[in-house]
């Protein structure tokens, strides 16, 4: 196999997965966006974490959030991070417990097989009364869930993307109706 087809043959299993998953990802999405908007009309700040590799892609949402690349309106969105698996005593549940309050958003991203820091984070916001929103390998008992059905945490990466902008064009929806 050349260049041309590892790499077409790449494009083909991402577009291939990004397909199959519409019907798994467009009911999360439509709750989340619902979600957000919501917390954002009340006052609300999006709390949104992750760890290891993952941290960029929180780094990412946030900035979109922040600063809507359509001229949609900036929402309140904090990226927290780890730069290593969390335990009960971490850096991030210290920074989430300063900063969060009754009704905060906690999204939290985790590509991970096995979730672990999605079922931290789902376990945290109980204890906190907060809301989560939990972007991961499974379906986890939470307030929201998109689950991310893909086999690799590249795939999920890849899908995480799709559903950060389509989360934005629905907040846009929802708060201006354009």
């Given at each position: 196999m050349d260049s041309y087809q590892r790499t077409?043959?790449?494009?083909?299993?991402?577009?291939?997965?990004?397909?199959?998953?519409?019907?798994?990802?467009?009911?999360?999405?439509?709750?989340?966006?619902q979600l957000l908007t919501q917390a954002v009309l009340e006052d609300r700040k999006l709390l949104v974490c992750a760890s290891g590799e993952d941290s960029a892609l929180a780094q990412l949402l946030t900035r979109l959030l922040r600063d809507p690349e359509d001229g949609g309106p900036p929402l309140p969105?904090?990226?927290?991070?780890?730069?290593?698996?969390?335990?009960?005593?971490?850096v991030l549940w210290r920074d989430l417990r300063t900063l969060s309050r009754d009704g905060d958003v906690l999204i939290c991203i985790d590509t991970s097989p096995g979730a672990t820091l999605a079922l931290q984070a789902s376990d945290f916001a109980e204890q906190r009364n907060l809301n989560a929103l939990l972007l991961s390998e499974e379906q986890i008992k939470a307030n929201y869930?998109?689950?991310?059905?893909?086999?690799?945490?590249?795939?999920?990466?890849?899908?995480?993307?799709?559903?950060?902008?389509?989360l934005m064009q629905e907040i846009r929806q929802l708060l201006l109706g354009e």
């Open positions: 077409a043959s790449a494009f083909h299993a991402r577009i291939d997965c990004i397909a199959a998953a519409v019907d798994t990802l467009a009911p999360g999405i439509e709750l989340a966006s969105a904090i990226a927290l991070e780890a730069s290593a698996p969390v335990d009960a005593g971490a869930c998109i689950p991310l059905p893909a086999e690799t945490r590249e795939l999920r990466r890849e899908l995480l993307l799709m559903v950060f902008h389509s």
